[in-house]
């Protein structure tokens, strides 16, 4: 994960008042090592870890990685039941934890039927760390929005592949300084950081996302960051999206809205904005690079509603597609973690490519909701009802219908819950643009949407109020 070409002299992590350079960073690395090794492991066997963004952290993955020992870090905000669920599925008989997660560790220890192993602070032990490029170097999993998250196998020739197309794609170099607060855990967590690391940026985290952690990534004077749209708009809504030294910023899992677009550029004037679609299986796939940015600000704002078209060095073909040339998104390269036999990635994303090349996503093709034989894919309706300013947050689900089979439902959370927009408002401005079965036929206002640790709507728990029953 660290650059052979890493200046090891200069800083490479900053975690709140620790700093370590290059070289420091990888002699924890072999104390993590060290103490990998004496866990009694098998050798090559995928340890799964309770660990969050830390300087510790990141040696205790690099340390795995060198060592036969790669680590696959759990979301420590699950359920010990959620957790211990996902530890039984694999074959490790030693579950690892930060100190700090010592007591979720034993319960999920106590469910899964695993030894606990406590890591206290690494020790620095100058040790070769090696890996061969086939070697697995850590292990993801899937977001689990629609059962058991899944296991990621990430080799180190197709990691060190991924660092290479999005090292490019966001300009990362040894003077840049990255910044992010996605869970270490998930792709854009751990895997954002090691592209930044093999480009041999300085790098820095946050457990989450807060206004106060944005503030202080901008005093630190961070140049390249990640997020999701949401989290811009709550920086837009608090005053607080300025900052002078940012570069790139990076965003995916759901379009920005033109207005947040322009608001984005008056705060961080020069700043390039990126939209990467991609999967903890495989990303980028497609990218909306900056000049596209800039173009919809310009008019073509239609652009926003796509990711982009494929990134560099990626094959994309929607396979199967019907008579309205939607169907699942399968890419091809080198950087995609899980692929068939023929290299290609299937996503399970079901979209269209436009003529000019342009990929657009209509939802997942298990959320696909089927009324009176016409199919109505989610994400087609909820980006469309996002632009309208009463709805900061929505999600479209199907509900059995005994005529059609299913309807469309919309769970809306309203950007003032005070005064709610009127649905009849709703069901005009997502008519102007689509076909009428797919305009919801139920609007339902809540406070929020049920969200898994990744912040992915889970939509087997959209639900709609039991109906009153009279006394």
């Known amino acids: ?38 866990l009694g492991l098998e050798p090559g066997e995928p340890v799964p870890a309770l ?6 952290a990141l040696a205790l993955v690099i340390g795995g990685a060198g060592s036969g020992h790669p680590l696959a870090p759990l979301g420590v905000r699950m359920t010990a039941y959620e957790t211990a669920e996902v530890v039984k599925a694999m074959d ?18 106590a469910l899964s039927g695993r030894r606990l192993a406590v890591v206290p602070e690494l020790c620095t032990i100058q040790r ?28 180190q020739r197709r990691l060190a592949a991924r660092a290479r197309v999005n090292g490019s794609l966001c300009l990362l170099a040894p ?30 985290g946050l457990p989450r996302f ?45 379009p920005v809205r033109p207005g947040t677009l322009r608001q984005t550029y008056e705060a961080m004037p020069g700043v390039r904005m990126l939209n990467m679609f991609g999967q903890t299986e495989g990303s980028p796939i497609s990218v909306l690079t900056p000049e596209d940015h800039r173009d919809a600000v310009a008019g073509r ?49 079901l979209g269209r490519m436009a ?32 632009t309208h300013p009463g709805v900061a947050d929505v999600a479209v689900t199907g509900v059995a219908d005994e005529r059609l089979g299913q309807t469309v439902v919309a769970f809306v959370v309203p950007s003032d819950p005070d005064a709610p927009p009127d649905p009849a408002a709703l069901r005009a401005h997502t008519r102007t643009r689509l076909s009428g079965f797919k305009v919801p036929v139920r609007w339902w206002f809540v406070p929020d949407l049920p969200r898994n640790a990744n912040g992915k709507v889970v939509r087997r728990s959209l639900r709609e109020p039991a109906p009153r029953r009279n006394p």
């Open 1 to 38: 994960m660290v650059s052979r070409a890493y200046d090891h002299a200069r800083p490479a992590v900053r975690f709140g008042e620790r700093t370590w350079t290059g070289r420091e960073l990888l002699d924890r690395a072999g104390g993590a090592a060290e103490r990998l090794d004496g």
């Open 51 to 56: 660990v969050a963004t830390s300087a510790d």
């Open 92 to 109: 490790s008989q030693v579950l690892l934890t930060q100190p700090e997660f010592a007591d979720l560790g034993r319960q999920v220890a």
């Open 128 to 155: 070769e760390l090696t890996a061969e490029p086939d070697h697995l170097a850590a292990v993801l999993h899937t977001s689990g929005t629609t059962g058991l998250p899944k296991p990621v196998p990430m080799t």
């Open 175 to 204: 003077d840049s300084f990255y910044g992010g607060s996605a869970p270490f855990h998930h792709i854009a967590g751990l895997g954002n950081l090691a592209v930044a690391l093999a480009a041999g940026a300085l790098i820095t």
């Open 210 to 254: 807060t206004v106060e952690g944005w503030t202080l990534l901008r005093n630190l004077g961070t140049t390249h960051t990640s997020m999701v749209p949401a989290m811009l708009e709550t920086l837009l809504a608090a005053g607080e999206a300025r900052h002078g030294t940012l570069r790139v910023l990076q965003y995916g899992g759901a």
């Open 301 to 349: 704002t239609e652009l926003l509603r796509s990711v982009g078209r494929p990134a560099p060095g990626v094959e994309v073909r929607v396979a199967d597609a019907g008579p309205d040339g939607v169907g699942e998104i399968h890419a091809r390269a080198d950087h995609l973690f899980r692929t068939d036999t023929e290299g290609w990635l299937h996503s399970g994303d």
């Open 355 to 386: 003529k000019d090349g342009y990929l657009y996503l209509l939802g997942r093709h298990n959320d696909m909701i089927i009324r009176g034989g016409e199919n109505v894919h989610p994400l087609e309706v909820e980006t469309i009802l996002a």
